[in-house]
Every structure is written in structure tokens, then in C-alpha cells.
């Protein structure tokens, strides 16, 4: 049984309302004084997905929507404060490679996939040598080199083949996968919520090989743990959730599980702080690069408000919890917006009155960091309104880079919202390279152009606030339509490989043919010359 739960989310707006006036960043304060610190209840290793499962093994029916909550936004439009309407000649970074994800008649070794859910939730890692990307269901292993499948597409709950309970017997999706790179590691977490006690099943591969041998975590939860998002620093395995008791809505958990322990396999902890219910859409800072955050830094977690995003700094002791704290939340002012689509649907497409969800209400995974030495940088988006509500309401990306996370006083160096033109930009992911140059990717669609994956980047020398020209990952050749379907995305990812730690990679989803449950994802790679 599937579930996607969003309609509390805008309660942190108008909480948030009071804290956009702000001229500066406020100081910090302390959520609580002690973490709720609790056992897995199981850990286990399996020697080797190889042999684990063939075929995608779902147990949905076909033809299965997520069903989403419209959101209490207080309505309001006010005029975007950081518009780029224009674009310099310049490209975006140069284009890779490019192959279908898992998708609607997708083959590899373990079969073919067939659709069965909207939306794909989809998104993806590279390692040393290979890229994992993983939808609601299911997952395949692809060579980076050549871009060829090794492995899948199988059912993830795969990954809990003779685990028992929840984890082996649900397939309920929700799933995202992050790449380890200081400890060459994928990380691979979904949820259990269609029988209790609520899991989130986590596994840890014991190589950089993703088809190999993977440690095997299932943690519990009292309410149910929606929309988690994880994210990879030197002390823990941050994942944060959206809380529901019942229907109503708990607020933000945000968790750290034992990185040291799930690394090799032995018995590990979480350590959880509940926010209100002010808050939701809570993302965890997944660190980029060579350079790991400063001995002792925290986590930075950040959702957004009125004008506003809030930073909270997560630091734990495995040693003494009681030692542990959460900081925050800082509100960082930045240019006015409004959520796209009020948080909800609006997105056009050709040849149907069917429109998409952009998803609004929160930012987009991920949350990237990156430690440059000198200075420390956060780089996240989210998907606003750029055009007037009244008369041509598209919609473009906000991206902000947020500087000197670890001070009292963190500073937004740059922002912008990408919308050159009036197609309808969302569903972004926004990274970081070595040098500093960003890529951006995203969905674009309106009422003459399919619903397609696009991208665009920047140089660390370019004019700040700005991205460069767009570039095509694939064009769509088809609207989805029919069945009142307007589910679309939930996330994609924008990741670094952590090899040359130039080479984006990109996942997101389209459709090849215009129908209902027969969506297609597409993995692409780029970079900047430059960079080397």
C-alpha cells in the first residue's frame, strides 16, 4: 500500500511568517535538550544481492496513484525578487552521456519493468565505477562507463530478501539512495508503513560494489514516517521525516543514525528530535567533495518560510547522547516568492486539461554541501512562481547558495529564479563541483511542449545570481493524462561523481507516449570543460 502525505506541510509557512521581516539572521536557540535515543530492532548482513531476487516483484495493482492532500497555504502572490529572465550565450556544462532509468518497458538482467504507481520519486548516486538509480519500487546497477545495466530491475524490499518483517515483506517505496564517498558505501533507505510497527529499513553495502554483499537496519517509528530524505556526513546517516498521527499532521523528525556502527555492520542507535508542527519538508545536508565539513561540524538541516529559510545544526555524541544537541531554527531572509502553483498543481501540458503538481511546498532534494576551505557552502532549490498569477502564471527554480553555515549569521551569497522564458520549470536538484560551478536540472513543460528534462549550469566566474543557457537531457514525446493523474516527480537528483568530482550526473522523469502509469526516467551526465 502506497502513501504520500503533504497536506500539513504549508502549516510552517505561516508560522514562519513572523520571522520574514527579519533584517538579519536570528540566533540560535535550542529545540531540546535531550534526543529520543532508540535501538534497531534488527540488523543482519546479506551476502550478496546477486543472488537475492529476479524480477521487480511489486504487489501493487496496476494503475496506482499516490494520493496527495492539497496544502493550507495562506494564499498570497507577491513578485518574485530574484527573476532571471534572460540568459548569457554561454552553454550549460557539457553533455556526457545519457540512458533510460528504470521506466515503462525498461529491460535488464532481472527483467522488465512494467508501471504500476505515479509518481517515480525518482533519483540516483554514482560511485567509483557504477550508478544506482532507484524509483518507488524498484532499482537497477549501471555501469558509468558505459552506461550499460548490470543489475535489475528489482523490487527494492530485494535488498531485504530473509531480513522478515516489514522490510522483506513491503514494498511501500518512498526510497532514496546516497553515495558514501569517504567511505566508498551506498546507502539505500525505504520505508514500511503498510503493516506497524512503521519501519525505515536502511542498508548499507560493505563495498563500493552495489551488487555485493550490504549491512541490513530497521528502525521504528510511533507515528507514520513520511517523505524521509537522507543525507551522509562524517558523524551519522542523517534522514529526516514528515510525522503524521493518523491524519494530523506531528511536524519534522529528524534522525541520525550511527555511521560508524552501520559501516561495519554492528548493532546501531538513532538519536530523533520531534519539531512542532510549524515545521515540515525538513532536508539533512549531504556533504560533497574531497574536503570533509570541519572536525565536530554539525549537520544543517533546512526547510523554507515566508521569504525566508530556516537552518537548524544537528550535533551528535554517540558517546554521551545527553551531550547531543539541535540548534535553531535560523531564519535567513532572501528575495520574496511565492510557492508554485500555491504548492500545488498548475503545471500545463500539451493536448489535455490535465495539469501537473509541482510540489511547491518544500524544497528539493538535495540539500548539497560542500567545504572549500576558506569557506563552507549549501546549495538548494525549489520550485516558485514566476510569472503573474492572474495572467501567465509559469513557474521557474529558486536556487540559493547559503555561505558560512556554521556561524550565527549564515549569509545568502547568491540566489536567482531560473525562468528565462514562460515554460514551467520544477522539480529541481542543485549541485556543486570542485571549482564551485553549479549544475541545475529540472522538468520543464507547457501547453505546446511535452513535459521534458532540461539543464543548465554555472561557472564560479560567472556574474553572481545568474545560470547560464539551458541544454536538453531528452525531449518528451507525450502529456500524461487520464485517470485525474497529476502526481509527477516528488524529487529528482543532482549528483557529483566522487571520482573526478567534476562529472554531474541527473536523473528525472518523462514519458515517451502520452498515457496514464506509463512514465519514463532518463539518466544523463555533463560537465564543465574547466574542470578537471
Known amino acids: 500500500m502506497f502513501y504520500r502525505t503533504r ?19 536570528h540566533a540560535d536557540n535550542v529545540v531540546s535538550d535531550n534526543a529520543k535515543v532508540t535501538s534497531e530492532i534488527k ?5 550478496s544481492l546477486r543472488g537475492a531476487v529476479s524480477g521487480q516483484g511489486s504487489e501493487l495493482i496496476q494503475g496506482t496513484a499516490h494520493p496527495a492532500r492539497p496544502l493550507p497555504l495562506t494564499p498570497r502572490e507577491v513578485a518574485d ?13 557539457t553533455f556526457g552521456v545519457g540512458f533510460d532509468g528504470v521506466g515503462n518497458g525498461f529491460t535488464g538482467p532481472q527483467g522488465t519493468f512494467t508501471v504500476q504507481y505515479a509518481p517515480p520519486d525518482t533519483n540516483g548516486a554514482v560511485g567509483a565505477t557504477q550508478y544506482l538509480q532507484i524509483v518507488n519500487t524498484a532499482f537497477a546497477v549501471w555501469s558509468k562507463s558505459t552506461g550499460s545495466v548490470v543489475y535489475g530491475p528489482v523490487a527494492t524490499n530485494a535488498l531485504w530478501k530473509g531480513f522478515g518483517g516489514g522490510c522483506e515483506a513491503n514494498n511501500d517505496g518512498d526510497a532514496v539512495v546516497v553515495y558514501d564517498k569517504a567511505a566508498g558505501r551506498w546507502v539505500v533507505s525505504q520505508f514500511s508503513v503498510s503493516t506497524t510497527p512503521y519501519l525505515q529499513c536502511v542498508a548499507v553495502s560493505a563495498t563500493s560494489d552495489a551488487t555485493g554483499a550490504w549491512y541490513r537496519y530497521a528502525f521504528t517509528y510511533s507515528n507514520f514516517p513520511d517523505y524521509p530524505k537522507m543525507g551522509v556526513w562524517p558523524d551519522a ?13 506531528a511536524g519534522a523528525q529528524l534522525c541520525a543514525y550511527d555511521r560508524n556502527a552501520m559501516l561495519n555492520g554492528q548493532a546501531a542507535t538513532q538519536q530523533c528530535f520531534q519539531l512542532s508542527s510549524s515545521y515540515g519538508g525538513v532536508l539533512p545536508a549531504n556533504a560533497d567533495g574531497a574536503t ?10 533546512m526547510n523554507f518560510g515566508s521569504n525566508a529559510l530556516n537552518l537548524w545544526k544537528f550535533h551528535v555524541d554517540w558517546t554521551t547522547p545527553a551531550n547531543t544537541t539541535l540548534t535553531g531554527p535560523i531564519s535567513i531572509p532572501v528575495a520574496a516568492f511565492s510557492p508554485a502553483c500555491g504548492g500545488g498543481v498548475c503545471v500545463p501540458q500539451p493536448g489535455t486539461r490535465q495539469q501537473l503538481d509541482s510540489l511547491g511546498d518544500r524544497l528539493m532534494f538535495r540539500l548539497a554541501y560542500r567545504n572549500f576551505g576558506t569557506y563552507e557552502s549549501l546549495v538548494v532549490s525549489h520550485s516558485v512562481q514566476a510569472g503573474p498569477k492572474k495572467t501567465n502564471p509559469y513557474t521557474g527554480v529558486r536556487w540559493y547558495e547559503i555561505r558560512n553555515p556554521a556561524s550565527s549569521a549564515p549569509t545568502v551569497y547568491q540566489q536567482s529564479t531560473y525562468a528565462p522564458d514562460s515554460n514551467y520549470r520544477w522539480m529541481g536538484s542543485v549541485a556543486m563541483d570542485k571549482q564551485g560551478n553549479m549544475a541545475l536540472g529540472y522538468s520543464l513543460s507547457s501547453a505546446s511542449t511535452y513535459p521534458a528534462i532540461r539543464y543548465t549550469g554555472r561557472l564560479v566566474s560567472d556574474p553572481l545570481n545568474t545560470m547560464q543557457a539551458e541544454a536538453s537531457i531528452v525531449a518528451g514525446t507525450g502529456s500524461q493524462s487520464g485517470q485525474r493523474l497529476s502526481r ?3 524529487y529528482s537528483s543532482m549528483a557529483i561523481d566522487p571520482v573526478d568530482d567534476c562529472t554531474f550526473w541527473y536523473t528525472n522523469e518523462y514519458l515517451k507516449s502520452t498515457g496514464a502509469f506509463n512514465w519514463n526516467t532518463r539518466i544523463a551526465s555533463f560537465k564543465f570543460t574547466g574542470c578537471q
Do not use: R, V
Open 7 to 25: 497536506g500539513m506541510l504549508g502549516l510552517a509557512l505561516g508560522t514562519a511568517l513572523g520571522l520574514a521581516c527579519a533584517p538579519q539572521a
Open 43 to 47: 540488523h543482519d548482513t546479506l551476502p
Open 81 to 93: 525578487g530574484a527573476i532571471q529572465n534572460t540568459t548569457s550565450g554561454l552553454q550549460a556544462p
Open 237 to 249: 546517516y542523517y534522514e529526516t521525516f514528515n510525522m503524521f498521527n493518523g491524519n494530523s499532521f
Open 292 to 301: 570533509a565539513p570541519p572536525a565536530g561540524s554539525p549537520n544543517y538541516l
Open 488 to 490: 509527477w516527480g516528488d
